[in-house]
């Protein structure tokens, strides 16, 4: 139990009812009882009171894809030091990937990260499960124990699925079990050994590409499986001006269909990798300028759900290579919302669609009930600064690597503080 909560004088911002005015938000034993627009609602005698300062009060981002080292790389990322980096960027709920050692394909597995989780991180840790065992896209997993275990979505991660009958018949078991199914469209094979986008760029460093049809084939054949099995199928990122077109057509005959993105794809293009910047070489490579505007039209009509940050933790050791030998990644809980806010700085997007794919649209996907600001919603909120001007320093990162693609950045909006579950688990120093 903890003391109630008021938050005074907010702009609050919510997507899911279309929210943006000035108001107070009245918390008790870590659920929101009630709204006010404009001053405080009746406030008891031992409420803790936190005065807004007219900031943005949101619902705490949801984040649908994070790579966590924990088990069995800790010394990239645990699951303290991921909690500790998404409260302080805004993401108070994350979904951890599997692509750990051992495979999140267990049920045992999906229940112990949970527990140690509540225990350990500031931010809720969701599970998800592998599609299939050792994400070796053979043989699948138990859906229903793995359910029953707490896991929120299937996915084998950063690993496509190459076989198209294996793909279908793991449809339509999760359409069975009713979760959602989250997928990277790549072709291996087209992926080659590629390592940026193919194209002219690609060409001047002498680096081999990977066309965009090793995106959009399997997505095409993924849409088409979805379509028959009803499963509810999420694109797990996309990158391309076709991919777009393709999800585009299928939503309109499909419900059930959504489509992610990771803000690296929104905020940079290939042109950023510059000499062989390594920091840079991500999955799915970063695409042309034209496919980064595409993009962002997708996100304002609707064909593109979330954003996420594609939080993929790797050391020093595997990032300092030459390109092509370098592992794909980068860092981004910290940055994620800070980068989102660009596009509005910019005019690019309005604020409450930058927020509807980080808050709300997350949370419908996964049947979760944050993501709002309502009466009886949990208390997973952030209080930002929509000007504060900051720059990226790899020394005050959380997270235990470094591999941030927006280190030197300049950014325009702060988190001043996080709330979860009614409880302040990050300040800002110069809101504390």
Sequence with gaps: MTRPLLIENARIVDPASGTDHRGAVLVEDGNIVDLALGGPVGVPDEAEVVDAQGHVLAPGLIDMRVFVGEPGKEYRETLASAGAAAVAGGVTSLVMMPDTTPVVDDGALVDFLIRRAEA????????????????????????????????VCLTDGSHSIQSTALLRSAMDYAANFDMPFVHQPADSELVGDGVMNAGLF?????????????ETIPLARDLQLAALTRVRYH???????GSAALLKAAKSRNPHVTAGISINNLCLNENDIGRYRTYFKL???????????SMIEALKTGVIDTIHSDHDPQDTEVK???????SDGAIGLETLLAAALRLVHSGDVDLMTILRAMTVRPAEILGLPSGRIA??????????????????TERELRSKSRNTSFEGARMQGKVMRTFVGGRTVFTHKEAA
């Design 375 to 392: 009466r009886g919603a949990p208390a997973d909120l952030i209080l930002f600064d929509l000007e504060y001007p900051w720059q990226v």
């Design 283 to 293: 999955n799915p490579p970063l695409r042309s300028e034209d496919d980064r505007q």
């Design 235 to 241: 694109a797990a990122q996309i990158s391309t001006e």
């Design 202 to 214: 690609a060409t001047v460093l002498g680096l081999r590409g990977i066309p965009r049809e090793a």
């Design 120 to 151: 350990q991180s500031p931010a809720r840790i969701l599970p998800a499960a592998a599609i299939t065992r050792g994400l070796n896209g053979t043989e699948m997993t138990e859906f229903g124990l793995l359910k029953e275990a707490g896991a």
């Design 320 to 326: 300092r290579q030459p390109f092509a030998e370098a």
